[in-house]
Nanobody, 117 residues
Framework: QVQLVESGGAWVQPGGSLRLSCAAS????????MGWYRQAPGKQRELVSV?????SYADSVKGRFTISRDNAKNTVYLQMNSLKPEDTAVYYC?????????????WGQGTQVTVSS
């Protein structure tokens, strides 16, 4: 089993910044990808950014968000700048890992980001 611990969600005013963190631990042989998704009220969960061999971003966050990864700590970060009210959502960490018994995907518990004045 793999455990994910997320942190960094908060309330922030438009134009502000936040940094989310997600640390993975457990029976990890190798981490393939680490990423962030978000779900706003009444909407489907959507991809924000993912990092593996390369990085990708949703069009709505390009130029404002930056994903990074610390392999030694099995931790992924999402630096969010120039936040907008439409960024308000619960942000979920997702990892795809190789365990002894095979590869699996795991979700974090979610962290709330609220952008409002």
């Amino acid at each position: 089993q793999v455990q994910l611990v997320e942190s960094g969600g908060a309330w922030v005013q438009p134009g502000g910044s936040l940094r989310l963190s997600c640390a993975a631990s457990g029976s990890i042989v190798k981490i393939y990808t680490m990423g962030w998704y978000r779900q706003a009220p009444g909407k489907q969960r959507e991809l924000v950014s993912v990092i593996g061999g390369s990085t990708s971003y949703a069009d709505s966050v390009k130029g404002r968000f930056t994903i990074s990864r610390d392999n030694a700590k099995n931790t992924v970060y999402l630096q969010m700048n120039s936040l907008k009210p439409e960024d308000t959502a619960v942000y979920y960490c997702n990892v795809v890992v190789q365990e002894v018994r095979g590869s699996s995907g795991y979700w974090g518990q979610g962290t709330q980001v609220t952008v409002s004045s």
